[in-house]
Each structure stands twice: as C-alpha cells, then as structure tokens.
C-alpha cells in the first residue's frame, strides 16, 4: 500500500486539507496526517483539525508522495519549516511524488522543484519566483510532480494523486462512489 504524507500547518485550507485525505483513505491508501507541532490545527476558516501525529513523529517513516494543502498562512508556515523542505527534497531525490496546491506550490517553487517544470497554483502564488512554465490548468502533473489551483479542484487534484498511487481503476472506483455529475 501506498503511503502519503499530509502536514497540517496552522492556517491551511480545510476544504483542501480534508478532501485529500479524504479521498486518499478511500483508495485505501495510507495517510498520515502530521502537525508542525503537538497542538490542533485551526484552519484558514476556524475549522479544528487533530493531526495523526507531530511533524518529528512523522518523519520517522518513509514516504511514496508528500502533498502540501495550501491556504494562508498555512503555505507560509510549512514555507518557514526547514523540516517540511528537507522532506520533500528526500522524496523528490528518492523517485517519490511531491504534490502541492492552491498557495503551496511556492514551498516548492523555494527549493528548486519547480525548475524547468509544467506547474500551476492559486493565481499570483508563483509570481516571484521563474525557471518553469505556468498553466492555468486545474491539475498540472509534470512527471512525479502534482500542482493544483485551489480549493475548487481540491477533488480533481485528490483523484488525480489516486490514480498516481493506486492505478485508474481505483481511480474510477472512487470518483463513481462519489456521484459526481459528468462521472457515473
């Protein structure tokens, strides 16, 4: 089973944090969830959410994908985190996927995972940084690298990071449970 690394900065987007994790677990892929310390998350809208584990309990275990939930301050706060850069350059050097969305990509975009790379974020995200192409695209995949737009293609980009991880059957399996219009 693939595992999945979700951190939980204060301020993140709910509605993305949630959905991801969300629809991974019902792949039936494994999440953590872990904090950036041992306090409740507050999200971006006051929603409460109570991480599996600390951010340094986390980093004990390997994992095949590392995906940052954006919102503000949340992206700020895994930005600031030495400890959230070292992760994800470890899974990116291991052959593992990063994944980012709404204002996180810019964590990525600040230690080089951008570069030379097809990426898209919530609009303005990226503005300060060069060296990849922008799209306007809901859900950019560039080889193992997953960017999104925000929290309305929250469910595109989680589907997206199924069929990555669990194949397009599961893919399809879960996007049917769902009742989307357009997919049943």
Avoid: W
């Avoid at 994790?21 to 494994?30: E, H, K, Q, V, Y």
């Avoid at 949340?74 to 994800?88: K, Q, S, T, V």
């Avoid at 925000?150 to 449970?177: C, H, Q, S, W, Y």
């Amino acid at each position: 089973m693939a595992s999945v690394l979700v951190p939980l900065a204060q301020g993140c987007e709910e509605l993305e944090a949630v959905t991801i994790i969300d629809l991974l677990r019902r792949a039936g892929i494994g999440v953590v969830t872990a904090g950036l310390d041992d306090r409740p998350v507050r999200a971006s809208r006051g929603t409460v959410l109570v991480p599996d584990v600390t951010l340094d309990e986390a980093a004990r275990q390997k994992y095949d994908m590392i995906v940052l939930p954006g919102g503000l301050p949340g992206a700020d706060h895994l930005n600031d985190d030495p400890r959230i850069r070292g992760m994800l350059k470890a899974v990116a050097e291991s052959g593992g996927f990063t994944a980012a969305i709404c204002a996180a990509p810019k964590v990525l975009a600040g230690i080089g995972l951008l570069e030379g790379r097809r990426v898209t974020s919530f609009p303005g995200v990226l503005d300060a940084f060069e060296g990849f192409s922008y799209s306007d695209d809901p859900v950019v995949q560039d080889g193992r690298l997953i960017t999104s737009r925000g929290p309305g293609t929250a469910m595109d980009f989680a589907l997206t990071l199924i069929e990555n991880l669990a194949g397009k059957d599961k893919r399809d399996e879960v996007e049917a449970a769902l009742q989307r219009p357009g997919h049943l």
